[in-house]
């Protein structure tokens, strides 16, 4: 939609009620059923009554209350999945249409909440449109034995075989940084998607399996393979993680951090593939605890594509999300998430939900983005990155918002963005499982660009905590500013979105393009 105002927010405020969260854990009060909307949207109570459902249940973090909850849980019909005792989240499935607000009411629980309309038994990335694959000739000739022994020989080549592709790389200068510092093997990123397949070329030199686990449900699965697609249509993780760290090895493309490691944290559901707030509450405590530096985020917290304080049960969402990236962030965990693929203005008063809840029936919903939130995008100390084209300008489609996004990067535009490349494609080429590879788009896409950067600093600066890697980011990006004129792409004179800022700091592109080679310059 188009926005009818912004509202300016800086980039360090924390909302009150996520400020609350940060600092004491919860947020006390009543809510209303249906936030900022005009119709009333399924929640637990609304459910057929037998159907179990997924909960958390939000405590204080010590290990006292944590227990008692656990057995309040229990006597209420519940079943307890995993208790996150560090950060005061307890998982659990109950059939019972009132559990949510029997546990309210237990001592010691500050919000508790169903993490879906849908019971137990389309996804949330944010790619935009169906992948387009290279052709099984071009992939052969990238995987031929003569580029396999090539890259086995010792130094890296000085170019892949399919990177003339890779328009993205030089926009960032990601190929001229390769060669001066492509990035440590200490340092690794987290893909939390739809698993990764570590068996690809490109990627099995520098995957990391003590740090890659199957999140799906909210308990950590680490046994061999778990975290691995589960159909061939979960290609999305495959990609990501070759954007960021495919390996310069001879053998199809490169990743803008090719030296660094990556991880894969599966975190979607097993039957619709959407990603339930348990999961990535799974996947952000693991990667904390497994030492990973960045964590990669290409996708919404289903059900809600905007979750409300207002809300019982969103708000029980909010916190339990934001406490475990907060933990995360403690443990020295910097988070990257991409804006979205809606071009909605995220500084907006207000912006139509019309796509809400995805597990059911969607209910339209006027909401205000200052009080209902992208999760994990719109978290305190989440990078959220926009999306940027060949020719440098905002994508079409990617979300946007005055002190709400924190940079930019190369997330592919289709449509009125072409590269001067062979194919002239101007999506993104990457890993696809099976050894494959495919142009997407999106600020999916987007997002692990700016993490294989934040990667090249990390690598270049180990001592940064997330704060200081964050601000060094955004003071190596480039801003090219606000366009002169309307953000016209498709020329029909209406402007598309509205761009708010000047050079040092806009809504299309925070601090700016994040820069590769002045990341290791």
């Excluded at 009543?30 to 997924?54: I, M, N, Q, R, Y």
Aim: include cysteine; charge should be negative; glycine fraction near 10%.
């Amino acid at each position: 939609m188009v926005p009818l105002r912004s509202r300016r927010r800086s980039a360090l405020t924390v909302p009150v009620g996520l400020a609350l969260v940060a600092s004491l854990g919860f947020l006390p009060g009543t809510a209303t059923a249906v936030p900022d909307g005009s119709a009333e949207a399924p929640t637990a109570s609304t459910t057929a009554a037998g159907s179990k459902l997924a909960y958390v249940v939000n405590t204080r973090a010590d290990r006292k209350t944590v227990a008692a909850v656990r057995r309040a849980v229990e006597k209420a019909g519940g079943e307890v999945v995993i208790a996150y005792e560090k950060i005061g989240v307890i998982v659990a499935h109950s059939a019972d249409p009132d559990f949510a607000r029997t546990m309210r009411a237990v001592r010691g629980v500050a919000s508790a909440g169903a993490t879906r309309t849908a019971p137990l038994s389309p996804a949330g990335t944010t790619q935009e449109g169906p992948p387009q694959y290279l052709s099984e000739a071009a992939t052969n000739a990238a995987t031929r034995p003569s580029a396999l022994t090539a890259g086995r020989e010792g130094a890296a080549p000085d170019s892949e075989p399919l990177e003339a592709e890779q328009w993205d790389l030089r926009a960032i200068g990601a190929d001229k940084a390769a060669k001066i510092n492509p990035g440590s093997s200490k340092v690794t990123v987290a893909v939390i998607d739809t698993g990764v397949d570590d068996t690809h070329p490109d990627l099995a030199p520098n995957f990391s399996a003590a740090q890659s686990a199957n999140c799906a449900g909210g308990k950590p699965d680490t046994s061999a393979g778990a975290w691995r697609p589960d159909t061939p249509q979960d290609y999305h993780g495959t990609h990501v993680a070759g954007e960021i760290a495919a390996a310069r090895n001879g053998i199809g493309v490169a990743g803008v951090a090719p030296g660094v490691k990556v991880s894969g944290i599966k975190v979607t559901d097993p039957a619709n593939g959407l990603f339930y707030p348990e999961s990535v509450v799974c996947a952000f405590v693991f990667a904390a605890d497994r030492g990973v530096e960045i964590t990669n985020n290409s996708y919404y917290v289903d059900p809600w594509l905007y979750n409300c304080t207002a809300d019982p049960d969103q708000r029980a969402v909010v916190h339990a999300v934001n406490r475990a990236q907060l933990y995360a962030q403690r443990k020295g965990v910097l988070h990257l998430a991409s804006a979205g693929n809606s071009n909605h203005d995220l500084a907006a008063d207000e912006i139509l939900d019309d796509s809400s809840p995805n597990d059911t029936v969607p209910v339209p919903r006027t909401v205000d983005p200052s009080k209902c939130f992208d999760l994990p995008t719109q978290l305190p100390g989440v990078v959220t990155v926009s999306a940027t084209g060949s020719k440098g300008f905002k994508s079409y489609y990617s979300s946007y918002g005055k002190d709400v996004v924190d940079v930019a990067a190369p997330g592919g535009d289709r449509l009125y963005q072409i590269p001067d490349t062979p194919s002239k494609n101007g999506r993104i080429l990457s890993t696809m499982p099976g050894g494959e590879y495919a142009w997407l788009q999106g600020t999916s896409m987007a997002a692990p660009h700016a993490a294989g950067v934040a990667a090249l600093l990390k690598s270049r600066h180990p001592w940064a905590s997330p704060a200081v890697l964050q601000t060094l980011l955004k003071a190596q990006a480039d801003n090219p500013g606000c366009p002169t004129g309307p953000f016209d792409p498709d020329g029909d004179g209406v402007a598309n979105a509205v761009c708010e800022g000047d050079r040092r700091t806009n809504g299309f592109y925070g601090h700016g393009v994040v820069d590769a080679l002045d990341a290791v310059d």
